[in-house]
């Protein structure tokens, strides 16, 4: 079954399938939100709002998307490569897409640590 989720400011109304979703990358005020075909959405709100409206619209389906430091908010179903040495996260369906993103050396070893400890 689809699940979605919606953004609604003054001028639009954005409806998202959340399985379509690879990534939220934070931008000021706004959120860039990348999907799988690697469209790019703006909504305004910040990072730390969208957490809270994945919780929110999602409830315990939110788990799906994990905060990855100050800057990403990731689908861990598309986890595909965590490189520490060279700090980089890839994102990938192994078919249409893949995500090459920049995070910190830290962020990414508690991020491995994680997948190993619960087998993600």
């Known amino acids: 079954m689809r699940q979605l989720i ?3 400011s003054r001028d639009n109304l954005l409806r998202l399938d959340v399985e379509r979703i690879a990534y939220f990358e934070a931008d000021g005020n706004y959120t860039n939100i990348m999907t799988k075909n690697k469209l790019k959405v703006q909504v305004g709100v910040s990072l730390a709002r969208m957490e809270t409206t994945l919780s929110e619209q999602l ?3 939110a788990a799906v998307f994990m905060r990855i430091g100050k800057r990403f908010i990731i ?3 598309y986890v595909f490569n965590i490189d520490c040495a060279h700090q ?3 994102l990938s369906d192994m ?5 090459s ?3 910190s050396k830290e962020a990414l070893k508690k991020m491995k ?3 190993i400890d619960t087998r993600v």
């Open 59 to 61: 409830r315990e389906q």
């Open 6 to 8: 919606f953004f609604n």
């Open 113 to 115: 640590d994680l997948f």
């Open 95 to 99: 078919q249409s897409f893949a995500f």
């Open 88 to 90: 980089r996260l890839v």
């Open 101 to 103: 993103l920049p995070i």
């Open 75 to 77: 689908n861990r179903d």
